[in-house]
């Protein structure tokens, strides 16, 4: 699958992209975190989350005793909007069929939707990331919870605190069902 995400050109940010970021860790984590598409630094070294906002992510799972390899990481789109504007629809439901097969082989029990693109796509189109982060969704079997970006943290250090109960209310429930 790899591969081909590496020569999709199923939308337009094929033609942007330098590196696709397909994702990684565990294969058979038991958490999928999903975040909206690759920054700058993700697109030159096509690894999601490698930039200063994953460095954060890391911090905050090392925080509730996770490390990066137990998880699996990686995004609605795979390669990067230009000037890091959020995918369009279309881009998003053009690059979701990789997800759906990542997730199909993965089978994880919790998917972790890291900001609102994530959230809307795989809870509700009606999220709202202020108001309904920190709530658990069930879909599937799967439990689902959308909290912030850590991108978002980084610009807005007053949500830190919110998103620090999110992953607290992660771990307790990665311990309930591992
Ligand atoms: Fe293909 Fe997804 Fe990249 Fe669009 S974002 S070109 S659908 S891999």
């Not at 279309?90 to 919790?110: D, G, S, T, V």
């Not at 709202?128 to 909290?147: A, E, F, H, S």
Request: proline letters at 7%; a positive charge.
């Amino acid at each position: 699958m790899e591969r081909a995400v590496s020569a999709c050109d199923r939308c337009g940010l094929c033609r942007t992209r330098m590196h696709p970021a397909f994702g990684e860790g565990d294969r058979h984590a038991a958490i999928l975190l999903v975040g909206e598409g690759p920054g700058r630094e993700e697109d030159l070294q096509g690894r999601p989350f490698v930039g200063p906002a994953g460095q954060l992510l890391d911090r905050m799972l090392a925080a509730v005793d996770l490390r990066r390899e137990q998880v699996y990481i990686t995004n609605i789109v795979k390669c990067r909007p230009p000037n890091n504007r959020n995918p369009e629809d279309a881009e998003a439901h053009a690059c979701l069929p990789f997800l759906r097969r990542q997730f199909l082989l993965i089978q994880p029990k919790i998917i972790v939707c890291l900001g609102a693109v994530a959230a809307r796509h795989l809870c509700d189109p009606s999220v709202r990331i202020t108001r309904d982060r920190g709530k658990w969704w069930v879909k599937n079997g799967v439990r689902i919870l959308p909290t912030y970006h850590p991108a978002a943290l980084l610009r807005d250090e007053q949500k830190k605190r919110d998103a620090w109960l999110d992953f607290q209310s992660l771990r307790e429930v990665y311990q309930q069902l591992t």
